[in-house]
């Protein structure tokens, strides 16, 4: 398995289901041993990456399609069901990434898989909604008081808030007299500078 002679302990590992029809299981390889009288048997101690639906609470909205929870949950697999390796960054360098490929996930919770209880339990939140966030999902900043908002839950679509160049949410535009239009200068170009998006904040 060339796959798995590239692999060594600490490597993030995608790992086969037996269900085809199910995307692989993310792992983290923890040890690996030979097994059998030739020592052909190889055999890795894993710790598993849970996905969201795999959690007894199930996916909530601010889950990322892309995230995945450390569980205390270990186990000892063939090395033959190892597809690859995969890299799990910490929320805040998946927040950075410039682009997002098949191998990349995001890690901000740990999760024990018996009582189904993450390690933090408190998160910030945002938006008029209050929920975490979600880095799948744009959001736009009040220049003001810096909170950040998804456009659906201001009355505003996607393609209108990208072409934003000025944001002043409500409260700020009632205390100030802000307005939320956009100061679009008269350039003649085409292009127009978005408002910072929450997917590249540094």
Not at 120 to 132: L, Q, S, T
Request: proline share 4%; with cysteine.
């Amino acid at each position: 398995n060339k796959r798995f002679e590239q692999s060594q302990a600490g490597d993030c590992v995608l790992m086969r289901s037996a269900d085809t029809s199910k995307p692989p299981y993310v792992a983290k390889v923890e040890s690996i041993e030979a097994a059998g009288s030739r020592g052909t048997n190889v055999r890795v101690r894993v710790r598993w990456y849970y996905r969201p639906e795999e959690s007894i609470g199930g996916r909530r909205p601010f889950h990322g399609s892309k995230e995945v929870f450390l569980s205390d949950h270990y186990d000892v697999q063939s090395a033959d069901t190892i597809e690859g390796k995969c890299n799990v960054h910490s929320f805040r360098s998946y927040t950075k990434l410039d682009s997002v490929n098949a191998e990349d996930f995001f890690c901000r919770f740990d999760y024990k898989s018996a009582s189904g209880s993450f390690v933090p339990d408190r998160i910030a939140v945002f938006c008029k909604c209050e929920m975490p966030y979600n880095p799948d999902d744009l959001m736009i900043q009040c220049e003001e008081c810096s909170d950040w908002f998804h456009p659906s839950c201001i009355g505003m679509t996607i393609k209108e808030a990208k072409k934003r160049e000025h944001f002043f949410c409500q409260s700020c535009t009632a205390e100030n007299g802000k307005t939320t239009e956009n100061f679009h200068e008269a350039t003649g170009q085409s292009e127009e500078k978005p408002v910072e998006s929450k997917r590249r904040r540094r």
